[in-house]
């Protein structure tokens, strides 16, 4: 009898896998048949997230990293990224993709298999998102990364800007998981004038290092 345990995302683009990578328990895909030259769409729901709730959320340093001061702010470090939401709580996102161990502190909570995580990157994706919200996302005076958390699609999301300068633009975003198949078909529909495609995990690193950001 096979016992082993399978994460599945609750994301399915209809293409078909050039490369995958068993990572745990995920099946990740690195690449997609067809993949274009970008926009890009990937999914990112293997990535570990956790959920910071504390009295003192300031004075906390998961897994060695300040949160940062104020809500809105975004620090990345180590391949983590850590979102301060408001007063008492702060979103935790594993970029690197690698499995980690949760803290045994009750203050943190594991929502990766709650939530859905997605990319978007590359040129003319800040002409799709305003197809999906009236969220600027390109305000060029924010610093980025910097988070903002509103509707998308009509969904509640978190959405991080990582990049919206001359640099290739892009964001990262999470929302719940019974959104997921919802979200991806409005993105695609927004994005289909654009040649927006999806993409396997090893453009998104790709990506990140072309920005500086150490993962």
């Given at each position: 009898m096979n016992t082993e345990i399978k994460r599945r995302s609750p994301v399915a683009f209809n293409l078909q896998p050039v490369k995958e990578k068993k990572r745990g328990h995920w099946a990740v895909v690195l690449e997609y048949e067809n993949e274009g030259n970008g926009p890009h769409l990937i999914d990112l729901s293997h990535c570990s997230r956790w959920?910071?709730?504390?009295?003192?959320?300031?004075?906390?340093?998961?897994?060695?990293?300040?949160?940062?001061?104020?809500?809105?702010?975004c620090v990345i470090k180590n391949g983590v990224m850590i979102n301060r939401m408001n007063n008492t709580q702060a979103a935790i996102w594993h970029l690197s993709g690698e499995e980690a161990e949760i803290p045994p502190e009750t203050a943190y909570t594991d929502v990766t298999d709650a939530t859905v995580f997605l990319a978007l990157m590359g040129e003319k994706i800040f002409a799709i998102t305003e197809k999906l919200t009236a969220l600027d996302l390109s305000d060029p005076a924010g610093t980025v990364p910097f988070?903002?958390?509103?509707?998308?699609?009509?969904?509640?999301?978190?959405?991080?800007?990582?990049?919206?300068?001359?640099?290739?633009?892009?964001?990262?975003?999470?929302?719940?998981?019974?959104?997921?198949?919802?979200?991806?078909?409005?993105?695609?529909?927004?994005?289909?004038?654009?040649?927006?495609?999806?993409?396997?995990?090893s453009v998104f690193k790709s990506w990140l290092e072309a920005l500086n950001y150490s993962i």
């Amino acid at each position: 009898m096979n016992t082993e345990i399978k994460r599945r995302s609750p994301v399915a683009f209809n293409l078909q896998p050039v490369k995958e990578k068993k990572r745990g328990h995920w099946a990740v895909v690195l690449e997609y048949e067809n993949e274009g030259n970008g926009p890009h769409l990937i999914d990112l729901s293997h990535c570990s997230r956790w959920d910071l709730q504390d009295g003192d959320i300031g004075k906390c340093k998961p897994l060695g990293i300040s949160v940062p001061e104020e809500p809105g702010k975004c620090v990345i470090k180590n391949g983590v990224m850590i979102n301060r939401m408001n007063n008492t709580q702060a979103a935790i996102w594993h970029l690197s993709g690698e499995e980690a161990e949760i803290p045994p502190e009750t203050a943190y909570t594991d929502v990766t298999d709650a939530t859905v995580f997605l990319a978007l990157m590359g040129e003319k994706i800040f002409a799709i998102t305003e197809k999906l919200t009236a969220l600027d996302l390109s305000d060029p005076a924010g610093t980025v990364p910097f988070l903002i958390q509103g509707p998308f699609a009509h969904i509640p999301c978190q959405i991080v800007v990582m990049a919206n300068g001359s640099e290739p633009p892009g964001i990262v975003l999470t929302c719940s998981r019974g959104y997921a198949h919802d979200m991806v078909a409005a993105i695609l529909e927004a994005g289909k004038s654009f040649d927006l495609r999806p993409a396997g995990e090893s453009v998104f690193k790709s990506w990140l290092e072309a920005l500086n950001y150490s993962i």
